[in-house]
Each structure stands twice: as C-alpha cells, then as structure tokens.
C-alpha cells in the first residue's frame, strides 16, 4: 500500500524560505514521478512542481520558477521541496502525489491532477506579512 507523508509545513515570513518534505513508502518508486500541487480554500488544486524519480527530471509552474526546487533522495525514499522567496500567494495547503511514469505521455500530463494515484494528507503553509 503506497503511503505518502508531508512534513514541514508552517507559517513564515514573507521572503522566508521552507522546505517541504513526503516520505514514500509502499512500493519502489524508482518507476514513478511525484509531484507537489497546492490549494486554497475554495479554489481548485493546482500543479506547483514535479520530478521523474529516475531520471531526476524536473518541471515547474510558471508562478514557483526560480523560487522552488523539488529534489528526491533515493536513500530515504524522500521528495522534497525547497520555496524560497515566499509570497502570501503562496498560502495553501501543500500535497504530495505520486504516479506512474509513463515516458510517452509525462511530458504533456505530468501537471494534471487526475493523473496522480496516490496523494498525501497535505500540509499547511502560511505566509505572513
């Protein structure tokens, strides 16, 4: 059973930095892709990054360019997200998914939500002014 833990969510400065953190376990996900999305109250999820976990490539909302980095740790079976540069827009509860790395169709879908199988709890993250 794939299980996704986020972490490292919390209320921060504007301009501050955190990063986020998702446990993987349940399945060796040397053969999936993970991706972050985040959502606010009333407003529908939406794509903030993703990675393929073998080929350690990566993508990015236009809004979170230069500002976030995902990465992932083969050891610890981790994704992470590093934001930097925080802004009150990016207020949300952040989610951790995970999905099947299809190399034919990733690079078109890999920011559609529905395309994830496997979601985490979420996290909250707060920027204040």
């Known amino acids: 059973q794939v299980q996704l833990v986020e972490s490292g969510g919390g209320l921060v400065q504007v301009g501050g930095s955190l990063r986020l953190s998702c446990a993987a376990s349940g399945r060796t996900f040397s053969s999936y892709a993970m991706g972050w999305f985040r959502q606010a109250p009333g407003k529908e999820r939406e794509f903030v990054a993703a990675?393929?976990?073998?080929?350690?490539?990566?993508n990015y909302a236009d809004s979170v360019k230069g500002r976030f980095t995902i990465s992932r740790s083969n050891v610890q079976n981790t994704v992470y997200l590093q934001m930097n540069s925080l802004k009150p827009e990016d207020t949300d509860v952040y989610y951790c998914?995970?999905?099947?790395?299809?190399?034919?169709?990733?690079?078109?879908?890999?920011?559609?939500?529905?395309?994830?199988?496997?979601w985490g709890q979420g996290t909250q993250v707060t920027v204040s002014t």
């Open positions: 998914a995970a999905r099947p790395f299809d190399n034919i169709r990733y690079s078109t879908t890999y920011y559609l939500r529905y395309t994830y199988d496997f």
């Open positions: 990675i393929a976990w073998s080929s350690g490539r990566t």
